[in-house]
């Protein structure tokens, strides 16, 4: 039993850690989120050239050849700055999809792309009418000829407006909610019949609302095989979820450090605020809740590996606390620092606001005790 | 013990439900947020009311009350939820009214209450400062008598609609020896003084509500102190009692979660209506019957309060269970709208015209309007300085 860190790892974290520290300040965060773009294409290629966008890929496809733990490292020291760059949606989800179920030509055309920071991806998956269930699609993907036809909506797809290519899910069998039946397709965003409206969202990123209207896609563009694409999806997405867990807690660990920090310093009746018992208690519970997700987080990125039972319960179980944990956290975090809590001034409120966003990416709370439930 | 109406009572309620059916305006019906009211917008509904006699019902007649029972006002605060009118500004006839027509002298009501009832004359607070949140007493925006008249120097914060303000009620000391509660006085001031400065504090949400108030030789006529220098804490004391009984709010809540069951019947999981998911549902029950158990104790402390007790430090419960009610029920409606809720919906300064919000009407602004009502657990007296007083002055910890 060893929790430690190997040495590339430990020099991996120091790498973030420098390139965030000297580049990625709260202040600069908020002008990148303001900006026209809305992300720094220059700091995309210096990740490209730190080998952050290589890091979970195998050697052979031109990557590090690290895995779960890494991804883990980088996303905890991207949560701890807020950082909005499409790191999960290119590099784990996209990459996961090329990784997990990509054909040899397909690895071997579109990695090096996402390793060299040339093609920034995202995952377009969600429909107004599905929730949180990955099977209930009304976007169809109907044979024609050797390829398909691409009809259909998506909905908020985060990182969509920076993005040159897509990974869609589509019914190509089936009811609208069945198992069977979905499809997992390369889309590029420029191809015809695909149009987007692009906004901003509450935690400082971006997203588009997706339509595709008769887009015409070759063969080579499924990923996988046809019809049973569902169990793809969501080995893909169970390790986005163990890459959200580690942003997660990395957000939470900031916050629990801002907080007592301010409550050692701010005055109130004479006394600094965090001699009160009441607030000493509930610091620990913030304390606590972030201890529990880090395991947690762990957890789920050792097992993110594992056969398909194990792996969803180490997910949803992951996704179950962080959710509540996220949440009592980043509650607590604005409660104790007062109003300057509620300011927009403060960084507290967007790692609050990230921490509540995350519970929705990907099923919150609920949907993944049902899912948790039924995996036992 | 009865709690069914009269016949006189249901006369009443049909009366004015019939009056807001009628007088209500469009204009505000046609609202999608409150954020982006105008301040005549804001005032409108206010004017109204005024017009018709019934804008201060919780006023002595004398000063422009209504004359209603509890019972009568109860039922109006119901229509006015049910109808959903837009929320009355609190600051003129909520806090300082009281303390005015309480604590002031003959000619301060004849001069400022009018004001406050007509909505001629917008107020704001001046409390809080950056170093006296919780700790009020601790405040340090002095007043120094010259003449006939004070200067003030000083700074306020999270002063709300400060930006629309005519006239502001500030604490400021008036001696610098005495301990605080014994040091501190209370005076109105005409925003249009030379020497105030109002700055915007954006809130998370992205709202503009807060802003700052530097007050530098400000000089205002010793006419305009409240009762007598350095007695300012116990008029103080009195408004935050009457800030904290109006604070539950209990009549927008059900409003809220009637919102809320819509929403959960309109968003699907696996093709069913949220609202019948057996976990959802049940997180809805538990903040009804929570609400439930707060509108009881609130009529029982109105009942109390109209026989002359009150409203003591029990209002300190509402206050806290009003604002927790409140701040579940958003983050319940934040839930049931599930993807939308990462929408970022621009408040009213900072539209263009270009802004594309997609999504279903009812998901619009909801995570903001969540991240929002956490202000409710600090203002008015943070739900953990409602704790210390209860212990206190409740069970005599």
């Known amino acids: 039993m060893d929790f430690s860190f190997s040495e590339e790892q430990t020099l991996l ?174 889309v590029d965003k420029g191809a015809d019949g695909v149009s987007t409206r692009d906004y901003p969202t509450v935690d400082g990123r971006r997203a588009s609302e997706i339509t595709f209207e008769n887009v015409k896609l070759g063969a080579d563009a499924v990923i996988g095989e046809v019809d049973k694409g569902l169990p793809l999806v969501e080995k893909v997405t169970d390790q986005a979820i163990a890459a959200l867990s580690a942003e997660a807690i990395g957000g939470m660990k900031e916050l629990n450090e801002a907080t007592v920090e301010y409550c050692k310093t701010r005055k109130q009746f004479g006394v600094p605020i965090g001699k009160f018992q009441v607030l000493q208690h509930r610091m620990v519970d913030m304390f606590m809740a972030y201890e529990q997700s880090v395991s947690m987080t762990y957890m789920v990125n050792l097992k993110v590996e594992e056969e398909e039972a194990e792996r969803k319960k180490a997910a949803s179980g992951a996704k179950v606390q962080i959710g509540k944990a996220g949440r009592f956290v980043g509650q607590q975090a604005v409660q104790l620092h007062g109003g300057m809590g509620m300011t927009d001034e403060l960084s507290v409120g967007h790692y609050f606001k990230r921490l509540t966003m995350i519970d929705t990416q990907f099923g919150n709370v609920d949907h993944h005790l049902k899912r948790y439930s039924s995996a036992a | 013990m009865d709690m069914s109406f009269s016949p006189e009572e249901i006369a009443f309620r049909d009366e004015v439900r019939a009056f807001i059916a009628d007088n209500y305006p469009q204009e505000l019906r046609d609202l999608k ?117 004070y200067i003030i120097n000083g700074s306020k914060t999270w002063t709300t609609l400060a930006q629309h303000a005519d006239w502001m009620f500030c604490l400021a000391k008036t001696d610098p ?23 915007p504090i954006i809130t998370m949400d992205g709202g503009h509500e807060v802003n700052e108030v530097f007050l530098e030789d400000v000089k205002v006529p010793a006419e305009n102190l409240i009762g007598e220098e350095n007695k300012g804490w116990t008029y103080a004391k009195f408004l935050l009692g009457n800030e904290r009984s109006g604070i539950a709010g209990v009549a927008r809540s059900k409003k809220a979660i009637e919102r809320l069951k819509n929403i959960a019947k309109a968003e699907l999981v696996d093709g069913e209506p949220l609202l019948d998911q057996e976990e959802f549902s049940t997180k809805i029950s538990e903040v009804e019957i929570d609400l439930t158990a707060l509108e009881f104790t609130e009529l029982r402390t109105l009942a109390a309060e109209s026989k002359g007790q009150g409203p003591g430090p029990e209002s300190s419960i509402l206050k806290i269970k009003g604002t927790e009610i409140q701040q579940r029920i958003t983050e319940l409606t934040l839930e049931a709208v599930g993807h939308y809720g990462f929408v970022y919906a621009p408040h009213g300064h900072e539209r263009t015209g270009n802004e594309y919000v997609p999504g279903p009407e009812y998901a619009a602004g909801q995570s903001q309007n969540y991240f929002n009502m956490r202000k409710t657990a600090i203002y008015g007296g943070s739900n953990e300085i409602q704790h210390n007083i209860i212990a206190k002055m409740v069970l005599g910890l």
């Open chain 1, 13 to 186: 974290r120091n790498t973030v850690q420098s390139f965030l520290q000297d580049k990625y300040d709260f202040d600069t965060r908020r002008k990148i989120v303001a900006s026209d773009e809305g992300f720094r294409r220059d700091y995309w290629q210096q990740f490209a050239e730190l080998g952050l966008l290589a890091a979970p890929f195998s050697e052979e496809m031109g990557g590090l050849g690290g895995g779960a733990i890494d991804t883990m490292i980088i996303m905890e020291e991207f949560g701890r700055h807020l950082v909005v760059e499409p790191f999960l949606e290119t590099v784990v989800l996209a990459g996961g999809f090329l990784r997990e179920g990509g054909s040899p030509a397909q690895q071997e055309e579109l990695i090096p792309g996402i390793i060299g920071g040339e093609d920034i991806w995202t995952f377009a998956y969600a429909e107004p009418q599905g929730r949180y269930n990955l099977a209930d699609l009304k976007t169809t993907a109907k044979k024609d000829g050797d390829g398909f036809v691409l009809n259909g909506y998506k909905c908020v797809v985060l990182a969509a407006p920076w993005a040159d290519k897509l990974v869609v899910t589509a019914r190509t069998s089936g009811g609208q909610r069945d198992r069977d039946g979905v499809t997992v397709f390369i």
């Open chain 2, 33 to 149: 947020t409150r954020g982006d009211m105008t301040k005549e917008q804001i005032l409108m509904w206010h004017r109204i009311l005024y017009k018709k006699g019934w804008i201060a019902p919780h006023w002595p007649v004398e000063y422009g009350g209504t004359g209603w029972s509890i019972t009568q006002r109860y039922i109006w605060n119901e229509e006015c939820a049910r109808a959903e009118t837009t929320p009355l500004l609190p600051f003129g006839l909520s806090m300082v009214g009281p303390v005015i027509y309480t604590f002031g002298n003959e000619e301060q009501k004849k001069r400022f209450l009018p004001g406050i009832l007509s909505g001629d004359d917008w107020w704001c607070q001046g409390y809080s400062e950056p170093g006296a949140g919780s700790d009020l007493a601790s405040l340090r925006t002095k007043a120094v008598r010259e003449g006939d008249h």
């Open chain 2, 177 to 199: 020896d005495a301990k605080a509660q014994d040091a501190i006085s209370f005076f109105l001031i005409d925003m249009k003084t030379p020497g105030i400065t109002v700055r």
